[in-house]
C-alpha cells in the first residue's frame, strides 16, 4: 500500500460510482457493488458516508463500476442474486433469475400436490425454481435439468451451497430424463421471440440466448414442452409454464390443441398473464358416468 495514494470515503466513491454508471438505480447498483467489495453493509454507508475505503478495495469497485457502466447486470458482478429469499451463485451462462418467476413458486404451492410429490424443473439454470421449492417442500423429490453443463454444475453447486438436496442432471428436455411418473413439471423455458427488441437492451444482452430464444415466435421450447410434457406426468399430474405478457391465449391454446385439462393463466407481480397451468386427465381410462352399473 503506497502513503501516496489519498484514500477515499465510501460517500465520495458512491457519489463518482453513481453518475459514471448511468440506467435506472445507478446509485443502489453502486452501493451493491461496493457493499460486495468491503463487505460493509448499505446502512453503513448512510451512517457513515465518511467511512475510508483502502485504496485496493476502492480500485476493485472502481473496476466493477466501469464493468456495470458498460452494461454488465449487477448480479454477474456480484456473481450472486437473491431469489425467494435464497442468496443464489449466478453465471454469464445462465439466465439471472426474476422476481416474476417466484409468482411461479407461489403458484405451485398453492397446488393440491402429494406430501412427497416427484417434481421436475426442466431447463433450472441456476436451480433456482428447484431450490426454492425444495426450500418449502422438503418431503418432495425434485429433479431439475438443464442441457448446459456449466447450469448443471452451477445448480449443483447452489444446492449444496444452501443445503437443500435436489438432483440435476444434464438433459435438452426431455431426452435424458428417466422413465416414471411425476406429479408436477415446471419450467421457465426460453420464450423470447429472435427478433424480440428486448434482446438488444439492458442486462439481458449479457444474458446466454441459449436461456432467452426459443424460435420465431417464442413458443418452440414451449410448444416441446406441451406436446411431450403429457406422458411423463402421473393422471391429474400438473404442469405449469412461464411465458412472455403477451403469450398466454396462444399457449393456453397449445395446451387444448394437445388435449390437457384445466387450462388456466396466472399473473405476475406486474399483473400480466405470466403463467399457464393445465393438468392431465385424472385417468388413463376412458370417462364413464359415474352412476354405471
Ligand atoms: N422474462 C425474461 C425477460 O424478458 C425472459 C425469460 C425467459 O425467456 N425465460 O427477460
Known sequence: MSNSTPSLTCDALLHDAGEHIGGDSPRLDAELLLSHVTGLSRTTFRAWPEREVPPEQAQAFQALVSERARGLPVAYLLGEQEFWSLPLRVSPSTLIPRPDTECLVEAVLSLPLPERARVLDLGT??????????SEKPGWRILASDRIPEAVALARENSQ???????VIQSHWFDEIPEGSFDLLVSNPPYVPASDHH??????????ASALVAGDDGLDDIRLLVTEGGSRLSPGGWMLL?????QAEAVRNLFAEAGWHSIDSLKDYGGNDRMTLARTALSHEPERPVHAE
Open 125 to 134: 439454470g441456476t436451480g433456482a425454481i428447484a431450490l426454492a421449492l425444495a
Open 161 to 167: 451451497r444452501l443445503q437443500l438436496p435436489i438432483t
Open 199 to 208: 434482446l438488444r437492451e439492458g442486462d439481458v444482452r449479457f444474458e446466454p
Open 242 to 246: 412461464e411465458h412472455g405478457y403477451d
